[in-house]
């Protein structure tokens, strides 16, 4: 299994909503990030998590908390967010002990209304 | 400082005709190199990388690219397009911040193969 899986695919929410994004792997990487893309930029790192710890955090607001329960499952806490926060979130994976490339996920696309 | 530059924002190349996608790179130490396609309203998929070893790097769907060290270079390959090649293309170059890895991205190349 060298997927990473993403749900929801599409999300519509309101500034006061809460919401969560889930992003799950089964392929043992100890290493997960969150990515924010714009349409046509490149990914911006927004957090990365090493052995279920909370390794960087790019100065991304607290309207974003990321989660990581277990070393499978990676999830993006969002409340109050801004229609600038409008994007396509993405997840990814890799193996810290590899010289391995990043796998990632389908995305969520969020819309903030 | 890490850094992924692509020149062109956009290649345009006829079905059938070689294509290449320019990357160079800045880095300190041994170079992590990748290239990533992305498809609308998808993720990133995978495509090629280079770690160590030949320069010349074969990867998925037929593409390949070319390690060049002295040019700092690791430009995207493939030697007859498809019209389905159409995508949007990341090199990307793994970098170290705060001592973890993290990657890099270049800007994107949009690359339209017309019939």
């Known amino acids: 299994d060298t997927e990473v899986t993403q749900t929801p695919k599409h999300l519509v929410m309101g500034m006061t909503n809460k919401k969560s994004l889930k992003c799950e792997q089964h392929?043992?990487?100890?290493?997960m990030y969150w990515y924010k893309q714009k349409a046509k930029k490149p990914p911006e790192l927004m957090f990365v998590?090493?052995?279920?710890?909370?390794?960087i955090n790019e100065s991304v607001p607290s309207r974003f908390s990321p989660e990581c329960p277990n070393s499978s499952l990676l999830n993006l806490h969002l409340h109050a967010l801004q229609p600038e926060d409008s994007a396509l979130y993405l997840c990814?994976?890799?193996?810290?002990?590899?010289?391995?490339?990043?796998?990632f996920g389908q995305g969520t696309r969020l819309t903030v209304v | 400082a890490q850094s992924v530059a692509q020149p062109e924002d956009q290649v345009n190349v006829a079905e059938g005709n070689p294509l290449t996608v320019k990357c160079t790179y800045s880095?300190?130490?041994?170079?992590?190199l990748f290239w990533y396609v992305q498809y609308p309203n998808r993720g990133l998929q995978f495509l090629l990388k280079?770690?160590?070893?030949?320069?010349l790097v074969k990867g998925s769907y037929g593409f390949e690219a070319e390690f060049n060290k002295s040019q700092t270079s690791f430009h995207l390959k493939k030697p007859s397009a498809l019209v389905s090649d159409s995508a949007l293309y990341f090199c990307?170059?793994?970098?170290?911040?705060?001592?973890?890895?993290?990657?890099?991205f270049g800007a994107g190349t949009r690359l339209a193969v017309h019939p």
């Open positions: 990307a170059v793994r970098g170290i911040s705060g001592g973890y890895n993290k990657l890099i």
């Open positions: 392929m043992g990487h100890r290493a």
């Open positions: 998590y090493s052995y279920e710890k909370l390794s």
């Open positions: 280079y770690i160590t070893g030949d320069n």
């Open positions: 990814a994976s890799v193996s810290r002990t590899k010289n391995t490339e990043a796998f």
């Open positions: 880095v300190s130490g041994n170079p992590y």
